[in-house]
T-cell receptor, first 113, second 114 residues
Framework: DQQVKQNSPSLSVQEGRISILNCDYTNSMFDYFLWYKKYPAEGPTFLISISSIKDKNEDGRFTVFLNKSAKHLSLHIVPSQPGDSAVYFCAASAVGGTYKYIFGTGTRLKVLA | SAVISQKPSRDICQRGTSLTIQCQVDSQVTMMFWYRQQPGQSLTLIATANQGSEATYESGFVIDKFPISRPNLTFSTLTVSNMSPEDSSIYLC???????????FGQGTRLTVV
């Protein structure tokens, strides 16, 4: 049962354009969402997060949008740079319990120079 | 933020043996987790390491196969026991300072079982 899904395994974008990575979730108890970037042979690096009380959070070139009714979030990267090429994971956590982070399946972003 | 050091960074092990992976955080953290990333797959949560008590395992993972220790707020170990080639994976330690904050990751341990 994959509670967090990223339906696009890969995405290619030209340098300078916008990259949009999407993530869907099924558990309505999730209340905190995160995006991570992962390079080969490294651990995931935190990028940006959003609480369920917000619908948008911005940090420099990165913006995360949350649509709770659709159980959907997206990460926008503007402008995209070749150094952004990596695998991006969305993650979610739920109120209560052990407060664990559940990760999506990942999207490999390639920014073309 | 928290800096997480994980050892070893990689290892090649014989089937039937066990490997213990160490995770050291540079500050006291509330939560520590262990994940596995199989080739081409997502990060799968193995267990939450609880300080001073037994870890909380996810469905499909058991203590006999993946014993975990967490003696204090900055250190944890994961043992992969009686290894088989199917255990070949990247094992990642993660730590969170508080609820509703980001989790930080170590660089991972790449395990190959032959």
């Amino acid at each position: 049962d994959q509670q967090v899904k990223q339906n696009s395994p890969s995405l290619s974008v030209q340098e300078g354009r916008i990259s949009i990575l999407n993530c869907d979730y099924t558990n309505s108890m999730f209340d905190y969402f995160l995006w991570y970037k992962k390079y080969p042979a490294e651990g995931p690096t935190f990028l940006i997060s959003i609480s369920s009380i917000k619908d948008k959070n911005e940090d420099g070139r990165f913006t995360v949008f949350l649509n709770k009714s659709a159980k959907h979030l997206s990460l926008h990267i503007v402008p995209s740079q070749p150094g952004d090429s990596a695998v991006y994971f969305c993650a979610a956590s739920a109120v209560g319990g052990t407060y664990k982070y559940i990760f999506g399946t990942g999207t490999r972003l390639k920014v073309l120079a | 933020s928290a800096v997480i050091s994980q050892k070893p960074s990689r290892d090649i092990c014989q089937r039937g043996t066990s490997l213990t992976i160490q995770c050291q955080v540079d500050s006291q953290v509330t939560m520590m987790f262990w994940y596995r990333q199989q080739p081409g797959q997502s990060l799968t949560l193995i267990a939450t390491a609880n300080q001073g008590s037994e870890a909380t395992y996810e469905s499909g993972f058991v203590i006999d196969k993946f014993p975990i220790s967490r003696p204090n707020l900055t250190f944890s170990t994961l043992t992969v026991s009686n290894m088989s080639p199917e255990d070949s994976s990247i094992y990642l330690c993660s730590a969170g300072l508080t609820r509703n904050t980001e989790a930080f990751f170590g660089q991972g341990t790449r395990l190959t079982v032959v």
